[in-house]
């Protein structure tokens, strides 16, 4: 990166990091450092509602899934909308009229005090492993543009936000995910308006989706309904409804941004906003690895993403055999780019059978290119076994720091700093809030005093702060974080839910009946997710559907009389 570059990542997130400790002021008690003082409005709500969800993950991997398989990941959403609904109508009343600090205090008084600690414990368990994943993306960054392993800059990211976490508390978290956001919409929005203007002369917008879609790319609903297909829409509305469900409505990261709100209404419409915006947010991040994918017909791509590796292989002995199919891959991608232009022209004249053999010679060619490109991945696993050959996470920093002008690519960066530091903060906060108020203040040191519990929030941030960092230095090895992440809650947040759902609709089932039911559901999920038996988004409907059922089948057995919050 130029020195402008640096000043403009350095100031961006100078000046955010000073924005937000300067408007939460001193934490005093617990709930200013859990909960905000619940006096936020919608507006907080919403927009930190979605920089919790939309991670540094979100503006890295997103680009590259959509680069290396299409839209298709959009259809992962569809089910958010209406999960904002019932969240509205359930969830949101009854957390605001208990005045809970975590969603799983709701569940002592529904059912008992083993119930809550179960949910708490599988909310920690997920919510750690996927927040080191979250503290890893940004980690690849600084790897590149410095030149050195990812171990070390892991730890300095994670460590920089665990300081700034337990300094700020919730409120920072919110003021700073507000003006976040705001930059976030602005870099990516001229990301995408210079991807398109750095395309050739003859190519406009129009020729690169239509030759995105002739390479299998624009491919954003699928009607088809497979059980084993990540993406299509059946999995996006059914899957994603309970994912989305589930996350929103049982995961303290997200719970506790909503329970900021100053009334339940200002904590409805931030959900609402966030329901209305992210599909857009996201077919729009899609899209702009859609155009970065059609930009790299014309331009020549590495034959491998990730630069580190690269090298790595290009210090070994296989390197005489690695550039030798350097060589090879730039011959044949300048077939492809001929084909490419050879597509556009074909387009651009309208004739089906034109259309259709550059088409076929177009696809030709690429096969050649990602054979080539496979040999080189090949020599990578021969030169180390443990290579991360799965570049996809590296395909947009690519393009940002090679073409990209001199001050945005250091905003985009910045950009992706922000989104990391943004949702790590709340899920460590997330993480202290449910480990002080569901397992420290309830089991192990109950009344004791307000300043105590402050005391143990902060250094309970600190602790996850340390877990997250160990997972973050494991991610490299999970392949496209994106899909990791949901993967990851796909094993948990299905039972979560189940649980939950019976508490708000199935008022007759007991503690002892939804507890068992838990641990048996989670048990099987654990099975079917490990064996593959069906796509992950499916798991979550699975769960929550199991744990319903086997609490209807085991309460007749438990001599319990159910409590009613």
């Known amino acids: 990166m130029s020195l402008t570059d640096w000043i403009v990542l350095g100031a961006t997130i ?61 259809q992962f959403y569809f089910g958010l909308p209406l999960a904002m609904i019932v969240l509205c109508i359930t969830f949101v009343p009854i957390f605001h009229r208990l005045k809970v600090y975590t969603a799983y205090e ?8 083993k119930t809550r600690v179960l949910t708490s414990l599988l909310f920690l368990i997920q919510r ?13 960054i600084l790897s590149i543009i410095l030149n050195i392993n990812t171990t070390y800059t892991t730890l300095f990211i994670g460590g920089l936000v665990t300081f700034y976490t337990v300094y700020g508390g919730t409120k920072a978290v919110s003021y700073t995910q507000l003006l976040q956001m705001s930059i976030i919409f602005l870099g990516m929005f001229a990301a995408g308006i210079l991807v398109v203007v750095l395309l050739p002369h003859s190519v406009g917008f129009g020729h690169a989706l239509k030759l ?13 309904f497979d059980p084993n297909n990540r993406y299509n829409i059946w999995s996006g509305i ?22 900021t709100g100053s009334s339940v209404g200002q904590s409805r419409l931030g959900l609402i906003m966030n329901g209305l915006i992210k599909i857009p947010m996201q077919f729009c991040i899609l899209l702009i690895g859609i155009l970065v994918f059609a930009f790299y017909q014309f331009n020549r791509p590495p034959l491998f993403f990730n630069q580190y590796e690269v090298k790595q292989v290009q210090q070994s002995a296989y390197a005489g055999q690695y550039n030798a199919l350097e060589v090879k891959y730039t011959a044949a991608f300048e077939q492809r780019r001929a084909k490419s232009n050879e597509l556009i022209s074909a387009i651009d004249s309208k004739d089906a059978g034109q259309i259709d053999r550059a088409q076929a010679n177009l696809k030709l060619a690429d096969k050649q290119v990602n054979s080539i490109r496979r040999d080189g991945i090949g020599l990578m696993k021969k030169n180390n076994e443990k290579a991360d050959t799965d570049d996809t996470n590296y395909v947009f920093l690519n393009f940002v720091t090679h073409y990209l002008p001199r001050g945005l690519i250091g905003l985009l960066i910045a950009i992706v700093f922000l989104a990391s530091m943004g949702s790590t903060a709340s899920a460590l906060n997330s993480l202290a809030s449910t480990s002080v108020i569901d397992i420290y203040k309830r089991i192990i040191h109950p009344g004791a005093s307000d300043k105590n519990y402050l005391l143990a929030s902060r250094l309970a941030t600190i602790f996850w702060g340390l877990v997250c960092i160990g997972m973050a230095l494991y991610a490299g090895k999970m392949g496209n974080l994106l899909e990791a992440v949901n993967q990851l809650g796909s094993y948990i947040y299905g039972t979560i839910l189940g649980v939950f759902v019976v508490a708000f609709y199935v008022k007759r089932v007991g503690g002892t009946a939804v507890f068992i039911a838990a641990v048996i559901t989670e048990a099987i999920i654990c099975v079917m997710g490990i064996c593959g038996t069906v796509a ?20 007749p057995f438990t001599k319990e009389k159910a409590k009613v919050a």
């Open 212 to 224: 995105a879609g002739k390479m299998g790319k624009m491919n954003v609903i699928d009607w088809k």
């Open 536 to 555: 992950y988004l499916w798991l979550n409907a699975i769960g929550c559907i199991l744990v319903i059922l086997f609490s209807l089948m085991l309460n």
């Open 14 to 74: 100078l000046v955010i990091v000073v924005y937000g400790l300067w408007k939460s002021g001193t934490n005093k008690t617990t709930d200013q450092f859990l909960v905000g003082g619940r006096s936020l409005s919608w507006y907080h709500i919403g927009f930190s509602v979605m920089a919790t969800q939309a991670s540094a993950i979100t503006f890295l991997s997103a680009p590259g899934q959509a680069y290396s398989d299409g839209m298709r990941f959009v």
């Open 238 to 259: 059914i899957g994603g409804f309970f994912l989305q469900l589930s996350y929103f409505g049982t995961d303290q990261s997200q719970v506790g941004r909503y329970l």
């Open 106 to 113: 709701f569940l002592e008084q529904r059912f008992d005090l």
């Open 128 to 140: 750690g492993l996927s927040t080191g994943i979250a503290i890893y993306a940004p980690a690849i």
